[in-house]
Every structure is written in structure tokens, then in C-alpha cells.
């Protein structure tokens, strides 16, 4: 599957992040929103980074998890 194709399948399945894969290989996601303070509290962060995109997909949602749950 090509690159552009995995970014986009997970911007879909994320439309609250931008979905991006740096230079050096790392797939990355950032927020469109900033964070609540019961959001920071939570664990939540702004910006996640990740090795490949199946472990940024787990990264992304734990963080929808924690999102919603504070």
C-alpha cells in the first residue's frame, strides 16, 4: 500500500489529528484542538509520533480514550 494511502486511511479513521510521516521515516500525528486542562491532567497530548502506522493507529487511540474519558 503506498505512503499516501496509509496517511490517509488514518486521517479518516482520526479527523481530529493531522496525520504526516517525517523525512526520517516516523509517522506523526498533531491535534487540531488545543487541550483542556482535565485533558492534560488525563495524559493527553498535543503531538504523538510513532515508528510505523499501525503503532501510531494504537497511540491515537489511546489518546481518543483518554480524551474522553476525563
Known amino acids: 500500500m503506498s ?3 496509509r496517511l490517509a486511511e488514518i486521517a479518516r479513521e482520526f479527523p481530529e ?3 504526516w510521516r517525517s523525512d526520517a521515516g516516523r509517522w506523526w ?3 487540531h484542538h488545543p487541550l483542556t486542562s482535565a485533558q492534560r491532567a ?4 498535543m503531538t504523538i509520533d510513532a515508528d510505523e502506522p ?3 493507529r494504537e497511540l491515537l487511540r ?3 480514550a483518554r480524551a474522553a474519558d476525563p
Do not use: K, M, V, Y
Open 3 to 5: 505512503l499516501d494511502r
Open 17 to 19: 489529528w493531522t496525520i
Open 29 to 31: 500525528a498533531t491535534r
Open 42 to 45: 488525563a495524559g493527553c497530548a
Open 54 to 56: 499501525d503503532g501510531l
Open 62 to 64: 489511546e489518546q481518543e
